[in-house]
Nanobody, 120 residues
């Protein structure tokens, strides 16, 4: 499966932004994959921000984004989203979407990353 992340940009603190991750490929089933959003700041380790089960019924969030970010998916369109509200400067990072065939134990497929900059 190929993953394409989009939707990043420059926003002011307190703003909202929605990232999209579109899955494509010749032979895959989107519902085989749990989906996750990670972020990385230069010099720091990649951080799991949120993940969602194949059905969309279970979502988990990092403490730093809980209550502000929402992960969702549409299995009919092979898309996952990350809705980000009340953005803070510390949310500035490159955001990656990823797919897991093992319920998040290992992330086999990665998108290319989209930059989110939160600054006044």
């Amino acid at each position: 499966v190929q993953l394409q992340a989009s939707g990043g940009g420059l926003v002011q603190p307190g703003s909202s932004l929605t990232l999209s991750c579109t899955a494509s490929g010749g032979d895959f089933t989107f519902t085989d994959y749990s989906m996750g959003w990670f972020r990385q700041v230069p010099g720091k380790e990649r951080e799991l921000v949120a993940d969602i089960s194949w059905s969309g019924g279970i979502a988990n969030y990092a403490d730093s984004v809980k209550g502000r970010f929402t992960i969702s998916r549409d299995n009919t369109k092979n898309i996952a989203w990350l809705q980000m509200n009340s953005l803070k400067p510390e949310d500035t990072a490159i955001y990656y979407c990823a797919g897991s065939l093992s319920d998040g134990r290992r992330w086999e497929s990665w998108g290319q990353g989209t930059l989110v900059t939160v600054s006044s």
